[in-house]
Nanobody
Framework: QVQLVESGGGWVQPGGSLRLSCAAS????????MGWFRQAPGKERSFVGI????????IYPNSVAGRFTISRDNDKDTVYLQMHSLKAEDTARYYC????????????????WGQGTQVTVSS
């Protein structure tokens, strides 16, 4: 059973940057596509991006494309979400998740989830 733990969240001013980490234990991430999602209060969980387990290909929705970058270090079993040019509407709890389907933005396709880390963007 893979366990995922996110870290790196916090408060940042608009235009700032943050890097989130997602560390795995109890298994290796090497055979999973890793996705990031976010959920703001009163809203549904939304897809932020995904990285392929073989070739590091990535896919992002238009809302974050060009600002967010996902990377992975299979040796450390860690996935990263680098966020730049943050906006107030990026405020949410961010989750990493592992899937065996590529590509997918559907939360139901993800088998393992972390507990999330809060990102707050405000002045």
């Amino acid at each position: 059973q893979v366990q995922l733990v996110e870290s790196g969240g916090g408060w940042v001013q608009p235009g700032g940057s943050l890097r989130l980490s997602c560390a795995a234990s109890g298994g290796t991430l090497g055979s999973y596509a890793m996705g990031w999602f976010r959920q703001a209060p009163g809203k549904e969980r939304s897809f932020v991006g995904i990285i392929n387990w073989l070739n590091d290909a990535t896919i992002y929705p238009n809302s974050v494309a060009g600002r967010f970058t996902i990377s992975r270090d299979n040796d450390k079993d860690t996935v990263y979400l680098q966020m730049h040019s943050l906006k107030a509407e990026d405020t949410a709890r961010y989750y990493c998740a592992a899937a065996t389907t590529w590509p997918t933005s559907r939360p139901d396709d993800y088998h393992y989830w972390g507990q999330g880390t809060q990102v707050t963007v405000s002045s």
